[in-house]
Nanobody, 124 residues
Framework: VQLQASGGGLVQAGSSLKLSCAGS????????VGWFRQAPGKEREFVAA??????????TESDSMKGRFTISRDTAKNTVYLQMGSLKFEDTADYYC????????????????WGQGTLVTVSS
């Protein structure tokens, strides 16, 4: 299984951005997928997750992200998306997608497969 994250870039505060995570491999459609982010000098934090068929979604309890991010999945394209809105300077981070977890969705330690990360930079 390989994951390819894309869609990051430099945006102004208040704008929107949509990240993509393209998965390959026969097993990818059976995997739950999560998005995490990591800012310089900070720990990796959970953003959102979606189950294998897109029927269930999970979001961080962090007040800084609540209500602004939406995760979705296109099973035909083997791609998981993270729509981010009302971006803030503090959203600046590397965003990673990960697949197949044996722990709670929010625990990055449980994911077996990781993408390379896509950098989101929000200018204030």
């Amino acid at each position: 299984v390989q994951l390819q994250a894309s869609g990051g870039g430099l945006v102004q505060a208040g704008s929107s951005l949509k990240l993509s995570c393209a998965g390959s491999g026969r097993a990818f459609p059976t995997f739950d997928v999560g998005w995490f982010r990591q800012a310089p000098g900070k720990e990796r934090e959970f953003v959102a997750a979606i189950n294998w068929n897109g029927g269930k979604t999970y979001y961080t309890e962090s007040d800084s992200m609540k209500g602004r991010f939406t995760i979705s999945r296109d099973t035909a394209k083997n791609t998981v998306y993270l729509q981010m809105g009302s971006l803030k300077f503090e959203d600046t981070a590397d965003y990673y997608c990960a697949a197949e977890t044996y722990r709670d969705y929010s625990d990055y330690r449980g994911y077996r497969h990781w993408g390379q990360g896509t950098l989101v930079t929000v200018s204030s």
